[in-house]
T-cell receptor, first 113, second 111 residues
Framework: EAGVTQFPSHSVIEKGQTVTLRCDPISGHDNLYWYRRVMGKEIKFLLHFVKESKQDESGMPNNRFLAERTGGTYSTLKVQPAELEDSGVYFC???????????FGSGTQLSVL | QKEVEQNSGPLSVPEGAIASLNCTYS??????FFWYRQYSGKSPELIMSIYSNGDKEDGRFTAQLNKASQYVSLLIRDSQPSDSATYLCAVFNNAGNMLTFGGGTRLMVKP
């Protein structure tokens, strides 16, 4: 069974550019989460989807970040325009039910120069 | 005060010893607790979950939970060099949709 997959694994962009990260959750998992770890900090929650609906986006830093999950399958996280402080590792995770263990993808290392 | 606190380490133990990793959390209503292992440059990998007070054992790993003290720990028996990694404590919020992580403890097991 395929795990959570993320693309790309690394992205290097310049300040002001746009980047789109993609996450494919485990098949059948309705719950999809985005997390981020910036240098020297804890992994932080960004948002939570149940199928195609955003249930909680309280962790999104600002309106430069836009997450979508059209059709309730894969999800994208777009950063536009990117700023230096957006650099970090973006993890996607999925789970079958709430309050249940999360399976994480390998992450996208984003570097904004 | 951080919501989930861990000693950053590194915690160094000799091969074959018991490694003890500790975590405290601030939200008294939390019900679900997890330990993840993360190798450098890799994704967090779930090791243990615990929901009730007491001990839960799985192979060489034992998770311990004390809700009154808001404390959760992970014991690794017969530590191996391959156990060297960062161990992340994570706690679900009451709604069960937001996992809050500690900063992680780096464990080094020396041969």
């Amino acid at each position: 069974e395929a795990g959570v997959t993320q693309f790309p694994s690394h992205s290097v962009i310049e300040k002001g550019q746009t980047v789109t990260l993609r996450c494919d959750p485990i098949s059948g998992h309705d719950n999809l989460y985005w997390y981020r770890r910036v240098m020297g900090k804890e992994i932080k929650f960004l948002l939570h989807f149940v199928k195609e609906s955003k249930q909680d986006e309280s962790g999104m830093p600002n309106n430069r970040f836009l997450a979508e999950r059209t059709g309730g399958t894969y999800s994208t996280l777009k950063v536009q325009p990117a700023e230096l402080e957006d650099s970090g590792v973006y993890f996607c995770a999925s789970s079958y039910q709430l309050n249940e263990k999360l399976f994480f993808g390998s992450g996208t290392q984003l570097s904004v120069l | 005060q951080k919501e989930v606190e861990q000693n950053s380490g590194p915690l160094s133990v000799p091969e074959g010893a018991i490694a003890s990793l500790n975590c405290t959390y601030s939200d008294r209503v939390s019900q679900s607790f997890f330990w993840y292992r993360q190798y450098s440059g890799k994704s967090p990998e779930l090791i243990m979950s615990i929901y009730s007070n007491g001990d839960k054992e799985d192979g060489r790993f034992t998770a311990q939970l004390n809700k009154a003290s808001q404390y959760v720990s992970l014991l690794i028996r017969d530590s191996q060099p391959s156990d060297s990694a960062t161990y992340l404590c994570a706690v679900f919020n009451n709604a069960g949709n937001m996992l809050t992580f500690g900063g992680g403890t780096r464990l080094m097991v020396k041969p």
